[in-house]
């Protein structure tokens, strides 16, 4: 047995990794919509919240109606 044919690493496993397609335009233009309304509806909801819900997620009513009249296109912003 040659010194070349043996493992270097013994034990270990060997991962070979897949390259996996880009998503068509198609795809892409279903997820962004998806998206965007995902973040109408969460916004629909923070605003239906009363102060005794904001109280306990520790927010103001002014940075609920903040968030709550963002456009659906842009992205969440941080509350905290």
């Known amino acids: ?3 070349l044919s043996r ?3 013994p034990g270990t496993v060997e991962i070979w990794s ?3 397609p880009r998503p068509g335009l198609g795809g892409r ?3 962004t ?3 965007w309304r995902e973040r109408a509806r969460a916004r629909r909801e923070l605003a239906t ?6 109280r306990d997620l520790g927010l103001s009513p002014s940075q609920v109606e903040f968030e709550a009249n ?3 296109w842009r ?3 941080c509350l905290r």
Not at 49 to 54: I, N, T, V
């Open 7 to 9: 493992d270097p690493f």
């Open 1 to 3: 047995m040659s010194h």
């Open 70 to 72: 963002q456009p659906f």
């Open 29 to 31: 233009l279903a997820a």
């Open 49 to 54: 919240l009363d102060l005794r819900m904001l």
């Open 33 to 35: 919509l998806a998206l």
């Open 18 to 20: 897949v390259p996996t």
């Open 75 to 77: 992205r969440p912003g």
